[in-house]
């Protein structure tokens, strides 16, 4: 199988989104990815939100200057919503009259199909630059209309609060953890064990409930630390990336946030820092998240046997021991999501070590690769000055 083809192929990566997450797996697949739905949040129903019950009639019932529109679904969702309520047709009446400001050109999208004209959108898609617009302005006594996007956005409000304004904030539509959270917590205790290439974050939320999630179970700092190092943190945006920012995690990030250019930023930049070529015994031996080309074949390896061969990978053609090997084995109990600590995660010894690598050497299926140095331990059969280096950022092989 060409990896031109299908640049992805080898790689794990985790789907956190619950809003158009098959949409994202399927461009995910398509490219060969095996893909782990996790399910960080959910969407909570707007027809039940009194919150933007209240707002709405509160932008038909007295006349506002600035309607500021953050999401193209949101603003079509609050549509539909007054549409339930019998307040649609005042709403847009009143929308008629204010300076509707866009944050993007979905957004922008979402308000000429509703019969409005947006009067500005900044190219950034950013709501700071949306702010600085408005703060070049008398906001002394307007009244100023934020659409928010799951989350309160207290720097743009407060911004607007200080410069004298009355804002009107309209949760169009709120996240919540999702009811069953297993999915999530297995996530976190793949990534932590290292059998998981990539995870994609497409919203603030997610992130959140992934923290927490591992926080709740003891691995909140070592899924940190392997964001990282070893696991490829993806978002959507920086709104999406702040709080992984904020914890020194790198991120990559498309240069629009779209789920498509999404995409095509892990296609760029997943195998850079996930993948890794030796010559071993003449041929080139291809590392790639949890397979391995050779002889111009992916051979999807095992979690266990994967770990081994990283492990001999960083040292190619020097002596690694079985005692060194038994810490780089991946734990059931950390896969499967279950609570656990340092002190009390199970270790494996060297039968575990010497069984991963037969598995190894029969999921290569040539013999020679990996080689037995007697009372010593292992090592791949090639030279080391051979070898590419790896991925710097995130710890590449």
């Known amino acids: 199988m060409s990896t031109e083809?299908?640049?992805?192929?080898?790689?794990?990566?985790?789907?956190?989104?619950?809003?158009?997450?098959?949409?994202?797996?399927?461009l995910l697949e398509r490219r060969g990815a095996r893909v782990v739905h996790a399910p960080a949040i959910r969407l909570i129903p707007l027809?039940?939100?009194?919150?933007?019950?209240?707002?709405?009639?509160e932008c038909v019932a007295r006349p506002f200057d600035h309607l500021v529109v953050t999401t193209a679904i949101g603003f079509r969702a609050w549509l539909e919503a007054a549409d339930g309520w019998g307040l649609r047709d005042g709403l847009l009446d009143?929308?008629?009259?204010?300076s509707v400001l866009a944050r993007g050109p979905k957004a922008r999208g979402a308000i000429r199909s509703a019969g409005l004209t947006e009067r500005w959108s900044p190219s950034s898609e950013s709501c700071a630059e949306v702010l600085k617009y408005l703060l070049e302005g008398d906001l002394a006594g307007r009244r100023v209309a934020v659409q928010l996007y799951g989350e309160q956005l207290p720097e743009f409000t407060d911004g607007l609060r200080a410069a004298g304004a009355e804002v009107i904030e309209l949760p169009v539509y709120r996240w919540s953890r999702t009811d069953d959270s297993t999915p999530l917590r297995r996530l976190v205790g793949q990534a932590v064990a290292g059998t998981v290439d990539a995870i994609t974050f497409t919203s603030a939320p997610a992130v959140a409930a992934t923290l927490a999630v591992a926080a709740e179970d003891g691995l909140e700092d070592a899924l940190l630390e392997t964001l990282r190092t070893n696991v490829v943190a993806a978002c959507v945006g920086p709104v999406t990336a702040q709080a992984l920012t904020e914890r020194g995690v790198p991120t990559v990030q498309p240069e629009r946030p779209r789920i498509g250019a999404l995409v095509r930023a892990l296609v760029s930049e997943l195998p850079r820092h996930r993948s890794r070529r030796l010559q071993v015994r003449g041929t080139s031996l291809e590392l790639r998240g949890h397979a391995v080309v050779l002889d111009g074949q992916l051979r999807p390896i095992a979690p266990a046997p994967m770990a081994i061969l990283r492990a001999l990978a960083r040292r190619p053609g020097h002596v690694v021991s079985r005692a060194e090997l038994t810490g780089v084995l991946p734990s059931r109990l950390v896969m499967s999501g279950a609570p656990w600590s340092r002190d009390t995660r199970p270790q494996a010894d060297e039968h575990a070590?010497?069984?991963?690598?037969?598995?190894?050497?029969?999921?290569?299926?040539?013999?020679?690769?990996?080689?037995?140095?007697?009372?010593?331990?292992?090592?791949?059969?090639?030279?080391?000055?051979?070898?590419?280096p790896v991925g710097a950022e995130f710890g590449g092989a």
């Open 5 to 26: 083809n299908e640049p992805l192929a080898g790689f794990a990566v985790g789907v956190t989104a619950a809003r158009r997450h098959e949409e994202l797996a399927t």
């Open 47 to 57: 027809a039940d939100d009194v919150e933007l019950l209240e707002a709405t009639r």
């Open 94 to 98: 009143r929308l008629a009259e204010v």
């Open 353 to 388: 070590v010497e069984m991963a690598v037969a598995r190894l050497r029969r999921g290569l299926g040539r013999s020679g690769i990996v080689e037995t140095v007697v009372k010593r331990g292992y090592r791949l059969a090639c030279d080391p000055r051979l070898a590419e």
